[in-house]
């Protein structure tokens, strides 16, 4: 697949997805992006979990009104609006690290916020620890049976939406290195 280097990137991208297996650090790096260029960050969870993990009814609506805005970063999850932020986007950064990393990172994650009693969206908590035995959507199960999915999501991304640069991110250096690029890049805003 033909991805971009991120070195020939020439001005500052304004629409950001950030895309990647559960767990393996989309809002992490879209916070960063979002705090390093001054641009929203919009956690797509926040908009889709609802009291009790309900989706929220008013979830697309949602994403249409923020993805319709002139700079934003946000995750590329949820079928349901993969396309729509694809075709706004002006730049996808896809962490496609390991599995053991981004099992690790989830796995730790999890535990961490059951442990504090971390309160998630709309005053959701992570299910107690031993769901992970008996519930096949538990998120550590679900990294594990969904991390391969995105090579062919972005497959097809590349020929739905060919002018969609797209940034492919192996390890912890490549994501530091891209977040250099772009914060030297130059902004074409208007001020």
């Known amino acids: 697949m033909p991805f971009v280097d ?13 895309a990647g297996t559960s767990g393996a650090g989309k809002t992490t790096l879209a916070g960063r992006i979002g705090q390093l260029l001054g641009i929203e960050h919009t956690e797509l969870d926040s908009l889709f979990h609802g009291p009790d993990w309900v989706p929220l009814e008013s979830f697309e609506t949602e994403v249409r009104r923020f993805s319709s805005e002139p700079a934003w970063v946000t ?5 349901a ?19 053991r990393t981004v099992m690790r990172q989830v796995i730790t994650r999890t535990v961490r916020r059951r442990l504090q009693r971390e309160v998630l969206w709309n005053r959701n908590m992570e299910p107690p620890l031993h769901t992970i035995l008996f519930d096949p959507d538990h998120v550590v199960r679900w990294a594990w049976r969904s991390d391969g999915r995105n090579v062919g999501r972005m497959a097809t991304v590349l020929v739905d939406v060919p002018s969609l640069p797209i940034v492919r991110l192996r390890s912890r250096e490549e994501i530091e290195a891209v977040l250099e690029v772009l914060g030297r890049l130059p902004s074409d805003r208007l001020s």
């Open 75 to 79: 995750e590329w999850q949820y079928g």
């Open 81 to 99: 609006v993969r396309e729509l932020l694809a075709e706004r986007a002006d730049l996808m950064l896809w962490l496609d690290l390991p599995r």
């Open 6 to 18: 991120p070195a020939s990137l020439t001005t500052r991208p304004q629409k950001i997805l950030v």
